[in-house]
């Protein structure tokens, strides 16, 4: 009788398995459903852990704060209980079988069965069990023989693959994540250098981003990005029509490191930006529009956020400073050229901002508005490569500084009404005039998030602005009028259509008025198909 009851107890973990994973379904410890812990020892710590601290004693079913009568697995957790001892709960006197558990909790709730099996088998072999029971456990024994077995094979199966993907897997802390893009786009109207005629075709161009983002404590990221692109913008007198998704100036698909960042947080209030590479601008930080997207939401570049966001540099270091719910101070410093000794850090190119982002509703991150200063210098112009020519100052040293008001506002889940005001002093360090310029430049943005989203579901946005615009100069620049002779007008829309989670299509149209802000160029029609593929 004895050794037929210790033979019986080899069906336990299959009963315990059929009694209690409908009621708390097993949870797996990875993605595959199977440990991977390398070492026993460390499996049989985390077994005496929860062993020790999430169990309470319990005598009855109803000490058990969760489980009701009505319960549909009330009567075999009373029986396990009660008859044998089987059941522990948590410390807080609840026994949570709605939810997962871990493989560790079972092997945990198993150990102690069986500790109570033994225990009684010990004490006291004729009143351990009655014949019934047996005889129950004879018979699962054999009607679930074969379903058994399978399992088990499946297990095995499972463990030997988990084992080769633990042995090839490419890192434990770097996950892989990108972006495809491939637009159809147009341009009609005068949209020509002169603006007299139309000479520009209709494109199929793409744009490839993989981005390699580790974590080594689950609050910093190291990210990596290769890109290659072969977008060309349309053709146009001036830089309105710069497409949104269209970044460096290599148009022949060539891969290259485009991005290298690290940010990590201080503290729960402040954080840290190190990057480098020519898709660093000022944009990491809050530039406030939601349309800012390139691949997902605006079509232009101009409609992304203001132009001041553009000045400076490509490699620095940014802080975020956010002492409460209510504010948020911003500092960034991005120089050009650094990797050349003759200019370094401080002594060429480079870019400061700081910025303070209020939010009048600390429950509410939508709604901001944002006061920003930039300090700029370039050897080349302003560089932010949208409005007219003359307001990008090109070909000369230009030290400047520029000041924007940026804000956005939840009107309800679907609509945000927000916009910009920008304003650059520019001073001409050569040529053969040297003097001070203006620059500005306006943007009202509305946004039609479908159920309130930004990042799921469908959008809609509509840009209504002014694109950088010479407005005025202490003197004739040399190869520059003295001042913009007209105003043009960027008004652009998109409908951002999400097919599903990682495939979205963004039909939209940009109209410019007196491109170049020249009433002599004809207006240009810029449409745009975009399919936006996220891996």
């Known amino acids: 009788m004895f050794s037929f009851l210790r033979a019986s107890l080899s069906l336990v973990p299959a009963v315990f398995i059929l009694v209690l994973t409908p009621f708390a379904r097993v949870k797996?410890?990875?993605?595959?459903?199977?440990?991977?812990?390398?070492?026993?020892?460390?499996?049989?710590?985390?077994?005496?852990?929860?062993?020790?601290?999430?169990?309470?004693?319990?005598?009855?079913?109803?000490?058990?704060?969760?489980?009701?009568?009505?319960?549909?697995?009330?009567?075999?957790?009373?029986?396990?209980?009660?008859?044998?001892?089987?059941?522990?709960?948590?410390?807080?006197?609840?026994?949570?079988?709605?939810?997962?558990?871990?493989?560790?909790?079972?092997?945990?709730?198993?150990?102690?069965?069986?500790?109570?099996?033994?225990?009684?088998?010990?004490?006291?072999?004729?009143?351990?069990?009655?014949?019934?029971?047996?005889?129950?456990?004879?018979?699962?024994?054999?009607?679930?023989?074969?379903?058994?077995?399978?399992?088990?094979?499946?297990?095995?199966?499972?463990?030997?693959?988990?084992?080769?993907?633990?042995?090839?897997?490419?890192?434990?802390?770097?996950k892989l994540n990108g972006q495809i893009i491939f637009a159809a786009t147009d341009a009609v109207g005068d949209a020509s250098p002169s603006g007299n005629g139309d000479q520009s075709n209709l494109t199929f161009s793409s744009r490839v981003r993989l981005n390699f983002d580790s974590s080594f404590n689950g609050q910093d990221r190291l990210r990596i990005r290769f890109q290659a692109s072969n977008v060309v913008n349309p053709t146009a007198p001036g830089n309105e029509a710069r497409l949104s998704f269209q970044s460096g100036s290599d148009t022949n698909n060539n891969v290259f490191l485009s991005k290298l960042e690290y940010r990590f947080p201080i503290g729960d209030k402040v954080s840290f930006l190190l990057g480098t590479g020519f898709n660093t601008y000022f944009d990491d930080a809050d530039v406030i529009n939601p349309l800012q997207s390139d691949g997902n939401a605006a079509i232009s570049r101009f409609g992304r956020y203001s132009p001041i966001f553009r000045l400076g540099g490509d490699t620095g270091v940014g802080v975020t400073f956010k002492p409460n719910g209510n504010l948020k101070a911003e500092i960034f410093y991005l120089?050009?050229?650094?990797?050349?000794?003759?200019?370094?850090?401080?002594?060429?190119?480079?870019?400061?901002?700081?910025?303070?982002?209020?939010?009048?509703?600390?429950?509410?991150?939508?709604?901001?508005?944002?006061?920003?200063?930039?300090?700029?210098?370039?050897?080349?112009?302003?560089?932010?490569?949208?409005?007219?020519?003359?307001?990008?100052?090109?070909?000369?040293?230009?030290?400047?500084?520029?000041?924007?008001?940026?804000?956005?506002?939840?009107?309800?889940?679907?609509?945000?009404?927000?916009?910009?005001?920008?304003?650059?002093?520019?001073?001409?360090?050569?040529?053969?005039?040297?003097?001070?310029?203006?620059?500005?430049?306006?943007?009202?943005?509305?946004?039609?998030?479908?159920?309130?989203?930004?990042?799921?579901?469908?959008?809609?946005?509509?840009?209504?602005?002014?694109?950088?615009?010479?407005?005025?100069?202490?003197?004739?620049?040399?190869?520059?009028?003295?001042?913009?002779?007209?105003?043009?007008?960027?008004?652009?829309?998109?409908?951002?259509?999400?097919?599903?989670d990682n495939i979205s299509i963004t039909p939209g149209l940009i109209w410019l008025t007196a491109p170049n802000h020249n009433e002599q160029n004809g207006d240009i029609f810029v449409g745009v198909i975009r399919t936006t593929f996220k891996i």
């Open 335 to 500: 120089a050009g050229n650094t990797n050349n000794p003759s200019s370094g850090l401080f002594n060429g190119k480079y870019g400061a901002l700081g910025q303070i982002v209020f939010y009048p509703n600390e429950k509410d991150p939508i709604t901001k508005i944002a006061f920003t200063y930039v300090n700029a210098y370039n050897d080349n112009g302003l560089g932010h490569n949208t409005g007219s020519i003359p307001s990008n100052l090109g070909g000369r040293r230009i030290s400047s500084n520029s000041y924007g008001i940026e804000t956005n506002v939840k009107i309800s889940d679907g609509f945000q009404l927000g916009g910009w005001v920008a304003y650059t002093n520019a001073r001409a360090l050569t040529g053969e005039v040297k003097g001070d310029a203006d620059i500005w430049s306006w943007a009202v943005t509305l946004a039609f998030p479908d159920q309130g989203n930004l990042d799921k579901g469908n959008l809609g946005g509509i840009i209504v602005g002014m694109q950088p615009k010479l407005t005025g100069s202490s003197g004739e620049l040399s190869g520059l009028p003295p001042r913009d002779p007209d105003t043009g007008f960027h008004i652009e829309g998109f409908y951002r259509y999400q097919i599903n």
């Open 28 to 174: 797996a410890e990875n993605s595959l459903g199977v440990s991977t812990t390398d070492k026993s020892t460390d499996s049989l710590q985390k077994v005496s852990q929860y062993a020790q601290l999430n169990s309470a004693p319990v005598t009855s079913v109803t000490q058990l704060s969760d489980v009701q009568p009505t319960d549909w697995a009330f009567q075999a957790l009373q029986s396990l209980l009660e008859r044998y001892g089987c059941i522990a709960g948590y410390p807080d006197g609840s026994f949570k079988g709605d939810r997962a558990m871990t493989r560790f909790e079972f092997a945990t709730g198993l150990n102690a069965c069986l500790d109570k099996v033994n225990q009684r088998i010990d004490a006291d072999i004729t009143q351990m069990v009655n014949k019934e029971d047996l005889a129950a456990l004879q018979k699962l024994q054999e009607e679930f023989a074969t379903e058994l077995a399978s399992l088990r094979g499946k297990v095995d199966a499972l463990e030997t693959r988990t084992e080769q993907l633990e042995q090839q897997r490419f890192s434990t802390t770097t």
